[in-house]
């Protein structure tokens, strides 16, 4: 027997998500199949990340999301994603703040209202330990800047820095013509990084603009990611290459990203859009 689950489709800056709501529909208990039915862009809805709405377990927070990759693999959060999650929430009548708490796997995150489809999100402190991370390419309290990694005779210099979930950034002559399917398997699975890593491909084009393409961790490459935007400035701001407000441009769209100081936490806004609603069959028992 089947039954149609209802789901929202939306994306931040082109990084796209299926968002369902645990809090007002019962969901199949695997939902690890579910989100590689869901995210396949043949066979299903199509999506970078399966994003599940539920009632939080902290009382810090107000609400909480689960991630889940086109893999079925559950990460620890995204920063797009959380935009377009805060987005969902208000616009679907669970709640008319302008800021509030919502859990992840990597602690509570804080989004803001910013205007209309534009979110806020206080990403916390960069972590730049790097059993933090975690990787194995330094020892001590970090950061880990421009480390040499070996890719199967060829040598890449990574950057590291996790927000919400572990990033390693490379800087290159120019993101379009930088072979992103070839290296960006090879550095998300080397054994440096024990839970793999999303990966950053960038060009700091003046003090005040980055450009960036991503592969993501258990997704492929993205139009857009944000944490990793978030991990790009720092590193650029931590080599003195940037200033402590910059613009990134990713394939899908730009985001603001600014580090005031290093012991200060970073700031993310983007945008956020609603692009459909439908079902999607799911079978019960």
Known sequence: MTRELPFTKMHGAGNDFVVLD?????????LAALARRMGDRHFGVGADQLLVLRKPRSKAADFRMDIYNPDGTQVEMCANGIRA???????HGHT???????????????PRFSGPDRITVDMGLPVLAPAKIPTTLANGDGPVLDVPLDLAGEE??????????????????????????RWGPLVEQHPAFPNRVNVE?????????????????????????????????????????????????????????????????????????????????????
């Open 85 to 91: 999650f805060f987005k969902y929430l208000r616009d």
């Open 201 to 285: 491909f960038v060009l700091v084009r003046e003090r005040s603009r980055i450009e960036q393409r991503t592969w993501e961790r258990g997704t492929g490459e993205t139009l857009a990611c944000g944490s990793g935007a978030c991990a790009v400035a720092v590193v650029s701001m931590l080599r003195g290459v940037v200033d402590r407000r910059v613009t990134i441009a990713l394939r899908g769209g730009e985001l603001e990203i600014e580090w005031p100081a290093r012991d200060s936490h970073v700031w993310m806004t983007g945008p956020a859009a609603e692009v459909f609603s439908g079902s999607f069959p799911v079978k019960e028992g």
């Open 156 to 181: 890449l210099r990574v950057s590291c820095v996790p927000m919400g979930n572990p990033h390693a950034v490379v800087f290159v002559d120019d993101p379009e013509t930088a072979p992103v399917e």
């Open 22 to 30: 645990a809090i007002r529909e019962q969901l199949p208990n695997d």
């Open 96 to 110: 008319s703040a302008d800021e509030l708490g919502v859990e992840t796997l990597s602690g509570v995150v804080r």
